[in-house]
Nanobody
Framework: QVQLVESGGGLVQAGGSLRLSCAAS????????MGWFRQAPGKEREFAAS???????????YYADSVKGRFTISRDNAKNTVYLQMNNLKSEDTAIYYC???????????????WGKGTQVTVSS
């Protein structure tokens, strides 16, 4: 079992930045791929970014086209934490952001077994 708690959300003006954190408790954080998803009002939960488990060759990251070049996902296994640095925020980034842990890195919700409760990000234009 892995418990996930997101933090760092808030209200920011368009063009601004936020860094989300997701603290994981439980066993074997480093063995999980981690993902960030988001859900805007009235819309389906969608993929934002993911990062593979760490290996001798490093990590692999994936991004949705809508956030590529603006968002950066990273992980600190010593702190059991995954981050999402969000720059040049736009009003369409407004959503609840969820952290997820799974056995394989990917963009589909079904690939993730454990979910946090989310943190609200609101971007004002």
């Amino acid at each position: 079992q892995v418990q996930l708690v997101e933090s760092g959300g808030g209200l920011v003006q368009a063009g601004g930045s936020l860094r989300l954190s997701c603290a994981a408790s439980g066993r074997s954080f480093s063995s999980y791929a981690m993902g960030w998803f988001r859900q805007a009002p009235g819309k389906e939960r969608e993929f934002a970014a993911s990062i593979s488990r760490s290996s001798w060759s490093g990590v692999i990251t994936y991004y949705a086209d809508s956030v590529k070049g603006r968002f950066t996902i990273s992980r600190d296994n010593a702190k059991n934490t995954v981050y999402l640095q969000m720059n040049n925020l736009k009003s369409e980034d407004t959503a609840i952001y969820y952290c997820a842990a799974g056995r394989s890195v990917g963009w589909r919700k079904e690939e993730y077994d454990f979910w946090g409760k989310g943190t609200q990000v609101t971007v004002s234009s």
